[in-house]
């Protein structure tokens, strides 16, 4: 068991960290901070730099935390918040990413869920510190608040 939730922390929280560096840069085939900024602007948000600045960071941080393990739930409630934003960009297009759809993001979601719901295993840094296991509230915690804050960010930047 510790070896998969080791594979899913490192995988997911890789990709999301990557997914943020793309976004304030031109590594992993970013478009620099200037192409990130035009994203979240032709997506329909406000902001600007500062939106894609906080939402590069917002997921290399979670993304990195995710990985090592550390505040596993409270890493894990940033990758559903940033990737909630995400779904909210891609639902009009249905479920499947062949058409631009949601379901990459609600797979990334739904990861974030489960290591809050499991913990992040014995392989993390969680454990070396000490902080296992987590008491079991923690997975609604995360996910309302990992939900939550993406639907209000949603709700702040988006231009109606």
Known sequence: ????????RLVVGLLVAGHGVQKVSFHLGG???AGGTEEFRGDGFRGGMLTALTAGGSQIGSGLLLA???LTPLSAAGTMGVMCVALTVKWPHGLWVQNDGFEYPF?????GAVLSATG???WSLDAALGLLPWPSWWLPAAVVAGVGGGLATRLALHRR
Do not use: D, F, Y
């Open 1 to 8: 068991m510790n070896a998969g939730l080791l594979l899913l």
């Open 31 to 33: 478009r620099g901070l």
């Open 120 to 122: 992040p295993g014995r």
């Open 107 to 111: 797979v990334l979601i739904t990861s």
């Open 68 to 70: 090592l393990g550390l």
